[in-house]
């Protein structure tokens, strides 16, 4: 596994927002390169993100886009607004080409190769401006399945309560009775799996509430997801919400934004498990990212905690999957952008070594390198480094930016959690397991936090890095061995694999702790 140069590491993947309209670099760039260039957009509805300055009515930016046959979409209370109409007048508003492309796989969508300015009319009320463009490059987080043809056969729902010493909480009733985890997805699950994985483990069996429609597709991610909480917390009520309209068309971000809003509305408190890529970072701005990142801070505020897998590209998040085969470059190396956002907790990767009762033995970082596939993790270069990681020490944040992913689970597929998909036992994989995992022990934590006089933890990352800075327990197991195609673990924080997986019980323990002294 070559790792890149330090160079290559630190050198940019895109443009950030600016006053004055610049050339977009990197992935995005390469995007547009090898997409059929359409000419001018004739979109009739096109659309850009802008951040405010504060909750009040922005009525300078109403005025200025009214005088430009655009409008501005706005709630109050909201620090950002939508600035939209006719491609050709928010290309003239701007100052920049806006132009219709044809992608490579056929997908139409408009965009400009440059990054807007803040127009100088409206520099009191605009703090940054998005990108214009309405296609997003997502993923699912996953590498394929592997048959039951692994040692032990994959973990058992004891092997994974027992792995990460949660078998105590599970004992002593902590089962996830009365709370509720919701995964966002793409795709469908069969009843019948559903059936025979709770059959074939001893569980109670569940059908999970489906929020959205039911996706058409059924990949066995959505399987995945949901027998493993199944298997940590059989006794939660779990919802899947079919995320999949959120990149269909443009808006997707502020898409997500609302879909966030709505399962807060509809399941206060509840533990958020993303399982799901919305594009690597560098094709957005932290504008774009606006409206998710104000959903989520308000859903924290009732309780939600929310995990995202960091991914499955070993570092190489703004690689194009049909790019395998070439070297990795610079505009290769990033990171998800939602799960890059300082209020999402990003979960990799690991390979987990068990007795024969599933008793953890040891874990090191999951990487695949004929496959291309590994715990992803890094510098993000949209947001700046937040307060619960100020004292980490990472050599190529040389710009202090916030660092990724937080914790991590197991992943790799050869040593995952058994589960039905089709009918058969498969072994999972993938961070998008590892995400599930937290959100299912988190679950188990939140309830023996309540019983014992505490509450739920909601935005769980500074709590994380206060535990790690110094506690009465062990609250994680340190992974200091592998890499990834970028990075390479090491003792303490590292860009593969966080702070490390979680001894759940000790972690309980220790963040009740906080709790009591913080009253």
Request: aromatic share 8%; glycine share 12%.
């Amino acid at each position: 596994m070559a790792l890149l140069t330090a160079a290559l590491l630190i050198a940019a993947s895109g443009a950030c927002a600016s006053r004055t309209p610049a050339v977009i670099s990197g992935p995005y760039a390469a995007l547009l390169a090898s997409s059929t260039d359409l000419g001018p957009s004739r979109s009739a509805d096109a659309q850009v993100t802008v951040t405010l300055g504060g909750p009040e009515r922005p009525a300078a930016l109403m005025g200025w886009a009214g005088e430009r046959d655009l409008w501005v979409r706005w709630r109050p209370g909201d620090g950002w607004a939508i600035v939209e109409g006719a491609a050709g007048d928010l290309a003239r508003a701007f100052g920049i080409p806006v132009r219709d492309y044809r992608s490579a796989k056929g997908e139409e969508f408009y965009a400009s190769p440059e990054q807007p300015g803040i127009p100088s009319e409206v520099r009191d009320d605009v703090t940054a401006v998005g990108r214009v463009m309405s296609y997003t490059p997502y993923r699912m987080k996953r590498p394929d399945f592997v048959p039951l043809d692994v040692p032990k056969g994959g973990l058992t729902p004891d092997g994974l309560l027992s792995a990460y010493n949660a078998t105590s909480l599970a004992d002593a009733g902590f089962t996830g009775e009365g709370a509720t985890i919701v995964i966002f997805a793409f795709d469908s699950v069969e009843q019948e799996d559903l059936d025979l994985f709770a059959d074939t483990s001893g569980l109670p069996r569940f059908a999970p509430e489906i929020v959205g429609g039911e996706p058409s597709e059924v990949h066995g991610e959505t399987a995945m997801d949901l027998q493993v909480a199944h298997a940590i917390a059989p006794d939660a009520r779990l919802v899947v919400v079919n995320a999949r309209p959120t990149v269909e068309g443009d808006g997707t971000y502020e898409k997500l934004g609302r879909l966030f809003e709505q399962v807060d509305r509809d399941y206060p408190g509840a533990v958020w498990s993303l399982s799901i890529g919305w594009g690597c970072e560098a094709f957005v701005t932290a504008a774009d990212l606006a409206p998710v990142e104000a959903a989520l801070t308000a859903a924290q505020r009732h309780g939600t905690t929310a995990f995202d897998a960091s991914g499955d590209t070993a570092g190489l998040e703004c690689k194009g999957g049909d790019r395998w085969s070439a070297p990795p470059g610079p505009d290769d190396v990033g990171v998800d952008a939602v799960a890059s956002l300082p209020t999402m907790t990003s979960v990799g990767g690991t390979t987990l070594s068990t007795g024969t009762r599933g008793q953890w033995l040891a874990e090191h970082t999951w990487v695949d390198s004929p496959l291309s596939q590994g715990s992803s993790g890094g510098v993000a270069k949209l947001f700046a480094r937040p307060a619960w990681q100020d004292k980490l020490d990472v050599e190529r944040d040389t710009e202090r930016r916030r660092l990724l992913p937080d914790v991590s689970a197991v992943a790799d597929p050869f040593t995952g959690v058994r589960f039905i998909f089709g009918q058969r036992e498969v072994v999972g994989g993938g961070t998008s397991q590892s995400a599930p995992i937290w959100a299912a022990l988190t679950v188990l934590m939140n309830q023996y936090l309540l019983a014992n006089g505490g509450r739920q933890v909601g935005n769980l990352n500074p709590v994380l890095y206060q535990v790690a800075s110094g506690s009465r327990l062990p609250g994680f197991r340190d992974v200091t061995k592998g890499g990834n195609a970028v990075d390479l673990a090491s003792p303490g924080y590292d860009l593969v694999t966080g702070l490390g997986t979680p001894n759940t019980e000790n972690l309980a323990h220790n963040i009740l702790d906080l709790q009591k002294t913080s009253r």
